[in-house]
T-cell receptor, first 119, second 116 residues
């Protein structure tokens, strides 16, 4: 089946530093990847849609300059949290849409998530 | 605009009992509907999906869901709960079925507890 990985799984950083999270589709190509944020005991909030080779589309209220997204290849998207602050601490989850199956199944496959803690 | 409402943020059942997790949707177009499960500190795993084929959809781990257009519902059921079913369950509707990229709209989630 379609597998999506994220790295790192957990990261702790100091306030003011930047953190990069990688999202990879391991056995399929993904022209579109999505980045979500999940607060404790809450649902997933879509942050942005990442399209290979083009600029990401951000949801309303999400700061583009703070959450930098790059989708350089069909199997890799990265989310960089710049100048992180404690309020950025959260569980970040990516998902990827299978190019081949997209037209028929319209299904997203999710990564295992990255727990970010900003001290 | 699409939206999803999950009735009941917490559901508790006995092991072996019927599991029923409720989901109602709102959509201006024929929807694609999904149920995902999330175990603690993990990502989401697809349980099942409805994509305008059969209205009764069977998924993994013995779960199934029935699409009822007249009731705008897509409730998730399992005849007999196992302890391992304890998790958070999310219902989602797809923003643009059949074309473009699908932006998933998630419900608030239902935490299922299974007790002996």
């Amino acid at each position: 089946g379609a597998v999506v990985s994220q790295h790192p799984s957990r990261v702790i950083c100091k306030s003011g530093t930047s953190v990069k999270i990688e999202c990879r589709s391991l056995d399929f190509q993904a022209t579109t990847m999505f980045w979500y944020r999940q607060f404790p005991k809450k649902s997933l909030m879509l942050m942005a849609t990442s399209n290979e080779g083009s600029k990401a589309t951000y949801e309303q209220g999400v700061e583009k300059d703070k959450f930098l997204i790059n989708h350089a290849s069909l199997t890799l998207s990265t989310l960089t949290v710049t100048s992180a602050h404690p309020e950025d601490s959260s569980f970040y989850i990516c998902s990827a849409r299978d190019v081949v199956l997209a037209g028929s199944t319209d299904t997203q496959y999710f990564g295992p998530g990255t727990r970010l803690t900003v001290l | 605009a699409q939206s999803v409402t999950q009735l009941g943020s917490h559901v508790s059942v006995s092991e072996g009992a019927l599991v029923l997790l409720r989901c109602n949707y709102s959509s201006s177009v024929p929807p694609y509907l999904f149920w995902y499960v999330q175990y603690p500190n993990q990502g989401l795993q697809l349980l099942l999906k409805y994509t305008s084929a059969a209205t009764l959809v069977k998924g993994i781990n013995g779960f199934e869901a029935e699409f009822k257009k007249s009731e705008t519902s897509f409730h998730l059921t399992k005849p007999s709960a196992h302890m391992s079913d304890a998790a958070e369950y999310f219902c989602a509707v797809s923003d643009l079925p059949g074309g473009g990229y699908n932006k998933l709209i998630f419900g608030a989630g239902t935490r299922l507890a299974v007790h002996p």
